[in-house]
């Protein structure tokens, strides 16, 4: 995507910045009070103008500082327990789940409101027309708040729950899935370049997002075809090769705006990576089904969940969804082998000596094997799964029952 798209989708799901915005929002609201004044007419201001409102912003400003701790509280609970149940990796989810946000930032900005606007009546800054604009504002304030705390509690109910986990990863694995489905060179070709300059990474780290549009517009300008050797996902060192380009030699200018078209952080992002979510729930799966938590239930689940986004990737678009749009563009594609070995490996390994996930497994593989696509790779996994449980199940009988859930019989 845009590189500057990716940038403000990154900051956006940082909790402090709503938070900010918020509270910038509720300071903004006490002090344009004053300002609005004259056109409150007088009897308005005769009946709104009172100390109530003085009254009220008492009470906002006494009560959501506790609120907004033990949400703040809360949040951190869910993450911890997140962390330890499920995956670190699905943790970052939890702050920047977008009712959560709201919810505390709601809190935050309403609790700064309620402090400068009586501060400010205090300080005589209002007349009555300026009070009885604050008084109607407390009214909505008061409303979003209690809106929020309802909404606050609710989302507390799933927040630390390993399903409603598994369904954010799918929600996220499904977005990345159809954009690379549909694009599956990000508006590129497939296509190596056999001779060129290489384009190298300045830092170590993880390929977040490369932004196809600015290469395109790179490689028009220098008149040459770009290929990217780091896609989405892939680990580079310091020096090691992004992209190659079909020029005889690339000055750092060159080197520089080729390199701005790629973000590299400390971890993968789900945006732009479809094989992240995939591992991220095999790592759920493999965490569940663990000696310490033994939870075959939730490795099913994944199972389930896999399916259902594996056919999603089976679902080619139409052509013209697939034209290309970037024709000075090469990137390598994602091999329906890796996808399968991300989702459905770690499930495989470890829950091979489980009979009920064993032949879930099975089970899922075979109904995947009708899709052309997909027939090839989930039957050399289907067979190592197999193999697997007849050498980790102890009991013939056991094995038995998953072989012929494999056959279908």
Same mark, same amino acid.
């Given at each position: ?13 940082? =909790?402090?910045?709503? /938070? !900010?915005?918020?509270?910038? $929002?509720? *300071?903004? #609201? ?6 609005? @004044? ?25 009560? =959501?500082?506790?609120? /907004? !701790?033990?949400?703040?509280? $809360?949040? *951190?609970? #869910? ?6 149940? @499920? ?29 400068? /606007?009586?501060?400010?009546?205090? $300080? ?286």
């Amino acid at each position: 995507m845009n590189r500057w798209l990716f940038f403000w989708r990154k900051m956006r799901r940082q =909790l402090w910045v709503r /938070a !900010t915005a918020y509270a910038v $929002a509720g *300071v903004a #609201a006490a002090l344009l009070a004053a300002a609005l @004044a004259p056109w409150v007419p007088q009897e308005i201001a005769e009946r709104l103008g009172g100390e109530s409102v003085e009254s009220i912003l008492t009470i906002l400003a006494s009560s =959501l500082l506790g609120v /907004a !701790t033990f949400s703040v509280g $809360a949040m *951190v609970t #869910a993450y911890t327990s997140v962390s330890s149940a @499920a995956s670190p990796r699905v943790a970052a989810l939890v702050t920047s789940d977008d009712e959560t946000q709201k919810s505390l930032a709601t809190f935050v900005g309403a609790f700064l409101y309620a402090i400068v /606007a009586v501060t400010a009546i205090n $300080a005589h800054y209002y007349g009555q027309n300026g009070r009885a604009i604050l008084f109607l504002v407390s009214l909505v304030m008061v409303g979003l708040v209690a809106f929020r705390l309802l909404a606050w509690i609710n989302r507390l109910s799933s927040l630390a729950r390993v399903g409603h986990m598994i369904d954010l990863v799918e929600a996220r694995a499904r977005e990345a899935l159809e954009q690379r489905r549909d694009n599956p060179f990000l508006g590129g070709r497939a296509g190596r370049l056999e001779n060129g300059a290489d384009v190298t990474a300045p830092e170590t780290g993880y390929v977040q997002n490369v932004d196809p549009d600015r290469l395109q517009t790179m490689a028009e300008k220098r008149d040459c075809h770009v290929e990217v050797v780091a896609a989405p996902g892939a680990f580079v060192r310091r020096g090691e090769v992004l992209a190659r380009v079909s020029l005889p030699a690339c000055d750092k200018e060159a080197q520089d705006a080729f390199c701005s078209a790629f973000a590299i952080g400390d971890s993968r992002s789900y945006d732009q990576d479809p094989r992240f979510g995939l591992i991220v729930l095999g790592e759920i799966a493999a965490k569940a089904l663990s000696p310490g938590i033994n939870d075959p239930g939730t490795a099913i689940q994944v199972v389930s969940t896999g399916v259902r986004l594996m056919d999603i990737w089976a679902r080619h678009g139409g052509e013209d969804e697939k034209r290309t749009l970037r024709d000075r563009l090469m990137m390598p594609g994602v091999s329906e082998d890796d996808l399968l070995d991300d989702l459905f490996g770690p499930i495989a390994r470890y829950g091979a000596g489980d009979v009920a996930v064993a032949i879930r497994l099975q089970k899922g593989l075979r109904a995947l094997a009708s899709i052309p696509c997909l027939a090839a790779p989930v039957r050399i996994m289907a067979d190592q799964a197999l193999e697997r449980s007849r050498v980790a199940l102890p009991i013939p009988a056991d094995y038995v029952r998953v072989k012929g859930a494999a056959e279908g019989s």
